[in-house]
C-alpha cells in the first residue's frame, strides 16, 4: 500500500514537501489519544532484547538518525511507529533557514537521496524549550532522545569552539546523549574540524559545557564523521575520543563521493563504506566505547550487519522515505524475533 502511495503520489511531490506532509500526519496521529495508543501498541518494540547503552536500558537497536525531525516536534509521534530511539537536530546556537531551495532531491533508481539543506533549525534555545516540555511527564522522560549539535553557518570557523559550547548549554540538559556533527558537507568549512587539531578544542569546549550544567562525566558524548574520511584519519578521530574520554562515535553522515551535484548522498550506496568505518573503528577503540552505526540501512540484514561490525546501536533514515511508516516497527522486530547478531555472516 506504501509503495503505490509513493510511487503515484509522493514523487510528484517536492520532497520537501512530502516530508512536511508525513510529518504533519505522524504528529497528528500521535497527538490523538485513543489513535496514537493504538499505533503504539502494534508497532512500538516490544523491549525483548534491549540494549544496555548510555546507562540506560534502550528497547531495541534501530533508531531514527539525524536530519528528520530537526526541531525536536515530533518525538512522540516517532517512537510510536518504532524507532527506540530519536536522534534530533542537526541544532545549532542560533536559528537559521539553511540553503536556498532546491536543496533536497530524491536517487530514484539507487533508492538514496542527496540533500544541501544546511543544518535548517530553529535554533538551540528553541529546540531545548520544545524538549524541556517534552520531559515534564513521565512518558516523555521515558523516551531515548539524542540531541545532534552542529556550527551556525554565520560563526566563523575559528570560533566554533564557543558555539557548540552555546548548544551544549543549552540541550545538555535534556539529552540522553549529545552528538558532534563536524561531517555535513553542506555548512562551509564543517568537514575541516574533523581534522584533529580542529577537532579537540570543540570536543573539550562541549564536555566542559556538558559538565557545567550537567552532573560531571554524566553525558554522554560522540563525535559523528564522514564516511569520506582517509583510514590514518577515522583511526586519528577514535584515539582522541579514547584520549577525551568521549562516550563514542556515530558512523557516518553523507556522502560527497558521487557525481550527481552539489550535496552528501544517503542511502544504500553509504553501506559498504559505513560498515568498513565502523568496523575499523571497533577495531581500534576495543570493547568500551559505543559506536552507533548507520549509512545504508534498510533491512533488518542490513542492521545486523552494522551490529556484527561493531556498533551498540544503528540508526536509518533515508529508507523511512522508500519503505513507509512501518519501516522501524519491521527492522526492531525482525532483530528481536532472530537476535539481533545472528544470521549475518562473519
Known amino acids: 500500500m506504501y509503495r503505490l502511495l509513493f510511487n503515484q503520489v509522493f514523487v510528484r511531490l517536492d520532497p520537501e514537501r512530502a516530508h512536511e506532509i508525513a510529518f504533519t500526519g505522524i504528529r497528528f496521529a500521535a497527538a490523538t489519544p485513543v489513535l496514537g495508543a493504538v499505533i503504539r501498541r502494534f508497532l512500538a518494540p516490544r523491549g525483548t532484547s534491549p540494549v544496555q547503552v548510555f546507562g540506560r536500558d534502550v528497547a531495541a537497536p534501530f533508531g531514527l538518525a539525524a536530519g528528520f525531525d530537526k526541531n525536536g516536534v515530533g518525538v512522540r509521534g516517532l517512537t510510536m511507529l518504532g524507532f527506540s530511539y530519536v536522534e534530533v537536530g542537526t541544532v545549532t546556537a542560533h536559528a537559521q533557514p539553511g540553503n536556498e531551495p532546491p536543496r533536497l532531491w530524491r536517487v530514484l533508481d539507487q533508492r538514496a537521496v542527496r540533500n544541501r539543506m544546511g543544518f535548517n533549525n530553529e535554533g538551540a534555545a528553541a529546540v531545548a524549550s520544545r524538549l524541556r516540555r517534552l520531559r515534564r511527564n513521565p512518558s516523555g522522560r521515558r523516551l531515548v532522545v539524542g540531541v545532534?549539535?552542529?556550527?551556525?553557518?554565520?560563526?566563523?570557523?575559528?570560533?566554533?569552539?564557543?558555539?557548540?559550547?552555546?548548544?551544549?548549554?543549552?540541550?545538555?540538559?535534556?539529552?540522553?546523549?549529545?552528538?558532534?556533527?563536524?561531517?555535513?558537507?553542506?555548512?562551509?568549512?564543517?568537514?575541516?574540524?574533523?581534522?584533529?587539531?580542529?577537532?579537540?578544542?570543540?570536543?573539550?569546549?562541549?564536555?566542559?559545557?556538558?559538565?557545567?550544567?550537567?552532573?560531571?562525566?554524566s553525558l554522554p558524548i560522540l563525535v559523528k564523521i564522514a564516511p569520506d574520511l582517509p583510514d590514518e584519519d577515522v583511526d586519528a578521530v577514535a584515539d582522541l575520543v579514547a584520549e577525551l574520554g568521549l562516550a563514542g562515535v556515530v558512523a557516518v553522515n553523507t556522502t560527497i563521493a558521487h557525481d550527481l551535484g552539489e550535496g552528501g548522498l544517503s542511502g544504500p550506496p553509504l553501506l559498504p563504506r559505513g560498515l568498513e568505518v565502523v568496523t575499523r573503528l571497533r577495531a581500534?577503540?576495543?570493547?568500551?566505547?559505543?559506536?552507533?552505526?548507520?549509512?545504508?540501512?534498510?533491512?533488518?540484514?542490513?542492521?545486523r550487519a552494522y551490529l556484527r561490525a561493531g556498533a551498540d546501536l544503528v540508526q536509518g533514515y533515508t529508507g523511512f522515505i522508500y519503505e513507509g511508516p512501518f519501516w522501524a516497527s519491521r527492522v526492531n522486530r525482525e532483530l528481536e524475533r532472530s537476535g539481533r547478531r545472528a544470521t549475518v555472516p562473519a
Open 284 to 303: 581500534r577503540l576495543g570493547a568500551g566505547p559505543t559506536i552507533i552505526g548507520g549509512g545504508g540501512i534498510t533491512t533488518a540484514d542490513d542492521a
Open 148 to 217: 545532534n549539535i552542529g556550527k551556525s553557518k554565520i560563526t566563523p570557523v575559528q570560533e566554533a569552539a564557543a558555539d557548540y559550547a552555546t548548544s551544549t548549554w543549552l540541550l545538555a540538559p535534556l539529552a540522553d546523549y549529545l552528538v558532534v556533527n563536524v561531517s555535513s558537507p553542506n555548512t562551509p568549512g564543517l568537514r575541516s574540524l574533523q581534522a584533529v587539531a580542529e577537532l579537540r578544542p570543540i570536543l573539550v569546549a562541549v564536555q566542559e559545557a556538558a559538565d557545567s550544567v550537567t552532573e560531571p562525566g
